[in-house]
């Protein structure tokens, strides 16, 4: 098999890298680059825990081949917050809302609803809503984020 020669930015940082056609984005972001905040689950882009925002728009890594992010910018979890550590809104919700328990799909459910509220964008509730039916989670019943989307869509976060 031969290896195809990729340019990106992950997180503000530039890689170029020499990648299997076959390697998934998030494969490669874990095992390559080092960032194992986007967590693989099951594969099938059905669970939401392995999404990163590629060019502005949630992605589920693992139906991307690295392959096809050749150019892009990518954020992974890793990179949401500012490098002083402030958290990002999404994020500051998440906290106070209690919007995680074991935190395996915490980084997906963070990459999906920081897309859509980045640069200033004040998506409504339902709007929210809908984009985590592509979410799964088993231990927090969804409660403390389905807070967390409604004080984010009230604009209430730190």
Known sequence: MSDHAIALTVNGRQFTEQVEAR????????????????????????????????????????LMFAVQADGAEITTVEGVA?????????????????????????????????????GGNKPDEKTLLQAMSGHLCRCTGYQGIRKAIKQLAAGETA
């Open 23 to 62: 390697l998934t984005l998030g494969d490669f972001l874990r095992e390559k680059l080092g960032y194992t905040g986007v967590h693989m689950a099951c594969e099938h882009g059905v669970c939401g825990a392995c999404t990163v925002v590629v060019d502005g728009l949630a992605v589920r890594s693992c």
């Open 82 to 118: 500012a490098p002083d550590g402030t958290l990002n809104p999404v994020q500051q919700a998440m906290r106070e809302c209690h919007a995680l328990q074991c935190g395996f799909c915490t980084p997906g459910v963070v990459m999906t609803l920081t897309s859509l509220t980045e």
